[in-house]
């Protein structure tokens, strides 16, 4: 894989308020959205709704649906109702698929607090999955546009493709690089992708703006899923909301392992002997595997990898006009590679 140095962010660029600013507004009505006007307004569900969007997320992705918007914008126009829309679409699709993912791994903590399979139990937990997913396809019949029904479309196909993938996947030492990138891709990218360019196309934007910011989305999605994967390996308990290493315990073959595991040595052997016996599901197991990725150079060399794939987003960027939203957008990048949570 081709690897590049990270952009070193300054201060400015990591502080997530003065990046959303050319969107402030907006981004407040989205909140309001969320936990209003939905399918079922009971109170129980309300409370429900309430654990799963005040459980600390940033909103990446609704900055991203509104910055790309903006950022799309002929002179003189500003975000209407429709753009509100697809922000808070892409945000339930989100919190649905981490409703879901917490069932499937029998995760306890969420950002630091109890999830709702956790504190409830998984069927009640897949069924709010499921409204919120609902709430979602409600959002696309209102926005009426073929095209991005299609798009989004896509993203819930590829978000259940990514994680079938990933579950045929587990304890298996022969996971490639396109394989990785590809599951990162349905993961996580594509709904960034969504985000990123589905208000263009409703802002009616050339072409070459709609593939810049879907280009954008794709690698930025992509260094996301990446950092994510590091974090798991450097992440402390406090700062992830979690235990370090469950994707390991989990026999989930990320980047620092992969570049541990393409080597032909003595590091190399022991991390795939780990894995394929299920040893790394052990907590002695783990400290290990994390040992031996820190100490072979697989946590530089996935920090470098991280940095290609910024450098790319930022690229994808040059073609856009320049305003405020398009340099938060490519803010949001440096955001992203620092972030330790």
């Not at 126009?77 to 791994?105: K, P």
Request: charged content about 20%.
């Amino acid at each position: 894989m081709t690897s590049a140095s990270i952009t070193t962010a300054t201060p400015l660029q990591d502080d997530l308020k003065a990046i959303i600013a050319p969107v402030k507004e907006e981004l407040a009505i989205v909140e309001t959205w969320l936990t209003t006007n939905l399918i079922d307004d009971n109170p129980f569900v309300g409370e429900l709704l309430s654990q799963v969007f005040q459980s600390g997320g940033k909103r990446i992705r609704v900055a991203i649906a509104l910055l790309g918007s903006k950022a799309s914008l002929t002179e003189g126009r500003e975000l209407g109702r429709l753009n509100i829309i697809q922000a808070v679409l892409t945000e339930l699709i989100h919190t649905a698929s981490l409703v879901h993912d917490d069932v499937l791994d029998s995760a306890a903590l969420r950002r630091g607090k109890e999830t709702v399979n956790k504190r409830f139990n998984d069927r009640l937990a897949v069924l709010l999955g499921d409204l919120l997913f609902a709430q979602a396809s409600i959002c696309l019949a209102r926005i009426m546009n073929p095209v991005v029904v299609g798009i989004y479309g896509q993203v819930l196909g590829d978000l259940c493709a990514g994680e079938i993938k990933q579950m045929r996947s587990q304890f298996n030492v022969e996971v490639n690089w396109e394989g990785y990138i590809n599951k990162s891709i349905g993961k996580t990218a594509s709904l960034f992708a969504a985000g990123a360019h589905a208000g263009a196309i409703l802002n009616a934007a050339p072409d070459s703006s709609v593939q810049a910011l879907k280009d954008y989305g794709v690698n930025l999605g992509i260094c996301f899923q990446i950092v994510d994967d590091l974090l798991d390996v450097t992440g402390e308990a406090t700062e992830l909301g979690k235990q370090p290493g469950s994707d390991l315990r989990a026999g989930v073959v990320t980047a620092p392992a992969l570049f541990v595991l393409e080597k032909d040595d003595a590091a190399a052997k022991r991390l795939c002997e780990l894995i394929k016996t299920r040893a790394i599901a052990t907590d002695e197991g783990s400290l290990e595997g994390i040992s031996i990725i820190k100490s072979t150079g697989g946590v530089e060399a996935t920090v470098n990898l991280a940095g290609h794939y910024a450098n790319l987003a930022k690229e994808s960027l040059s073609k856009i006009a320049p305003s405020d939203a398009r340099n938060s957008l490519e803010s949001l990048i440096n955001y992203v590679l620092v972030r330790t949570k």
